[in-house]
């Protein structure tokens, strides 16, 4: 079965930190962008992060710099984002997508992307 699997969200207090995983199954993400959206109710779903399929460069909106890293490894076909020092704002649900090897060129339009995760909540809250 092709997909994408989020997983590793929960609940952090302010300040915390939390890893997500986006792991592919039934295709290689070796040749796919990807990059990492995240919703709140009655929102559009935003992209803030983005990764190269071959060099690795990475993309960040200013929402998120300094805070969060988005990484790969193909050998085991898998995208991370590490989200340190997180806001009650960070909270939404969030889900990774594999797009083609331009899509982190911008612009992110949504309907680019081919594989999507299921999504995982993150909740920040003391």
């Known amino acids: 079965q092709v997909q994408l699997i989020d997983s590793g969200g929960g609940l952090v207090q302010p300040g915390g930190s939390l890893r997500l995983s986006c792991q592919a199954s039934?295709?290689?993400?070796?040749?796919?962008?990807i990059g990492w959206f995240r919703q709140v109710p009655g929102k559009e779903r935003e992209g803030f992060s983005c990764i190269r399929h071959d060099d690795g460069t990475t993309y960040y909106t200013d929402s998120v710099k300094g805070r969060f890293t988005i990484s790969r490894d193909n050998a085991e076909n898998t995208a991370y984002l590490q989200m340190n020092n997180l806001k009650p704002e960070d909270t939404a649900v969030y889900y990774c997508a594999a797009g083609p090897p331009d899509f982190c060129s911008g612009p992110w339009e949504l309907w680019r992307l081919r594989y999507w995760g299921q999504g995982t909540q993150v909740t920040v809250s003391s």
């Open positions: 039934g295709f290689s993400l070796d040749y796919y962008a």
